[in-house]
């Protein structure tokens, strides 16, 4: 079961100010790990294979948001009512991309049951790159989505993603938040199919 929910204007118009002033704030970290991250929280293995070699993200530029309560308190308290599940964080953070620095394709974790949000900030108001590309189990296709201001896409975080960068005639870099979460509880995400939600 494909289970995708594109969204729009999760956040208001004051939350989404916040974002871009704390993205203009952020100081970015480089690199990419070597390591496979398994961390045991409330006897529950998450394993995160965008820290791992082995068909993982190399992540670019990061900024660590998991102790700032207005991302893991109030914004992911709203993302779960919107998408009416009780879920865990495991980090959030911005993910920052310049010309050329394109993501391989990966899968977040490996788990069932754990899920990813990614909100994009929008440099601009109409832009034709910076594209996440992601595939859907037993299909033999690839699905795109824009990097639209002020949207997401909340997908199962085993799916296999990867997201690109603007292209050569746009200098400025492009920003998305990145929520990831686990579910004790083993709940399904609520929309069959992909679904497109103002």
Avoid at 61 to 80: A, G, P, Q, V
Avoid at 113 to 135: M, V
Avoid at 166 to 182: A, H, L, Q, S
Wanted: one cysteine or more; proline letters at 3%.
């Amino acid at each position: 079961m494909n289970k995708l929910l594109w969204i729009e204007n999760i956040f208001t118009k004051e939350e989404h100010e916040i974002i871009k002033k704390t993205v203009d704030n952020a100081h970015f970290d480089y690199g990419g790990f070597t390591h496979s991250n398994n961390i045991i929280i409330n006897n529950y293995e998450i394993t995160d294979n965008s820290y791992t070699t082995n068909n993982a993200d190399h992540p670019f530029w990061r900024h660590d948001l998991s102790y700032d309560d207005f991302y893991s308190l109030k914004l992911k308290t709203k993302i779960e009512n919107y998408v009416k599940m009780k879920l865990e964080l495991q980090r959030v953070y911005i993910v920052c991309q310049n010309y050329q620095e394109v993501s391989n394709f990966h899968v977040d974790n490996n788990r069932e049951y754990t899920y990813t949000f990614c909100y994009y900030i929008g440099n601009k108001e109409t832009i034709d790159e910076g594209y996440l590309y992601i595939k859907l189990p037993n299909d033999d296709y690839i699905l795109c989505f824009p990097n639209k201001e002020k949207c997401g896409l909340f997908f199962p975080s085993n799916y296999i993603h990867k997201g690109s960068s603007y292209g050569i005639y746009n200098n400025e870099p492009r920003y998305c938040i990145t929520w990831k979460f686990y579910d004790d509880n083993k709940q399904q995400l609520n929309y069959n199919g992909l679904c497109h939600d103002k």
